[in-house]
């Protein structure tokens, strides 16, 4: 199949469009400091401990992204790390509702996607 690339849009304060790496052997998705700072990401208050696929552990800042692919958008959580190129994890694609397809290398809907927002109203404490 080979390396699988996709064109994404990722928002914070900034968004930007790029083309950025599939990695269905990375749990959350992966792009370097300079990215997020062009985007604006706001980090956790602290670093988290992160495994690598080599099995390196390291302290890596950790925040939220919008994350937009076709007609489907989602917020999703990012790590953010030296790297030497963005990495879209199965995370986010499952909170997309996409897969890969290995026999066309692309991208394709595994569930329908739907987000639903709404309040939430609570009714009063009783005393």
Same mark, same amino acid.
Do not use: W
């Given at each position: ?36 700072? !062009? ?6 208050? !602290? ?63 595994? !569930? ?14 009783? !005393?």
């Amino acid at each position: 199949m080979g390396h699988v690339y996709q064109r994404v849009k990722l928002a914070a304060v900034n968004e930007e469009d790029l083309n950025i790496l599939v990695d269905t052997g990375a749990t959350l998705s992966l792009i370097p400091p300079v990215l997020a700072d !062009r985007l604006g990401i706001a980090r956790f208050p !602290r670093k988290h401990e992160i495994v690598l696929a080599d099995g390196r552990r390291i302290d890596a800042e950790v925040g939220v992204v919008m994350v937009e692919i076709g007609d489907r958008k989602a917020p999703s959580t990012v790590v953010i790390a030296d790297c030497d190129e963005p990495l879209l994890g199965v995370e986010t694609l499952e909170t997309l509702g996409l897969a890969v397809d290995p026999t066309t290398g692309s991208l394709t809907p595994t !569930r329908s996607f739907t987000v639903r927002l709404g309040a939430v109203i609570m009714a009063p404490a009783s !005393r």
